[in-house]
Nanobody, 123 residues
Framework: VQLQASGGGSVQAGGSLRLACAASAQIFYNYNMGWFRQAPGKEREFVARISWSGGVTYYEDSVKGRFTISRGNAENTVYLQMNSLKSDDTAVYYC?????????????????WGQGTLVTVSS
């Protein structure tokens, strides 16, 4: 398995969760990493990405200021810290890897996908 996501669960609105995506070393050190999500009845959408070096991050507007993406180099793991969760954040979250940066917002340019992890936020 190249990407292994974990950390989903159920939380009340206003709460926090941290997702983790364990990657193979070959992917972790050579690819930009990110997260997408798919809410019930909706298409999968971009959430956040972090450059291969960890120096640059980018967020979808609705999660700015609430979510933080980071790299844990010792664990070859990318994290998504999600605070102030809202019911609209309910979705299956997927980690992803891409050699592209700007186009990484488009799922067609994802090179690797992890399995999804479900986040349910109740109001």
């Amino acid at each position: 398995v190249q990407l292994q996501a974990s950390g989903g669960g159920s939380v009340q609105a206003g709460g926090s969760l941290r997702l983790a995506c364990a990657a193979s070393a070959q992917i972790f050190y050579n690819y930009n990493m990110g997260w997408f999500r798919q809410a019930p009845g909706k298409e999968r959408e971009f959430v956040a990405r972090i450059s291969w070096s960890g120096g640059v991050t980018y967020y979808e507007d609705s999660v700015k200021g609430r979510f933080t993406i980071s790299r844990g180099n010792a664990e070859n793991t990318v994290y998504l810290q999600m605070n102030s969760l809202k019911s609209d954040d309910t979705a299956v979250y997927y980690c992803a890897a891409s050699r592209r940066w700007t186009m990484f917002q488009t799922e067609n340019f994802v090179d690797y996908w992890g399995q999804g992890t479900l986040v349910t936020v109740s109001s």
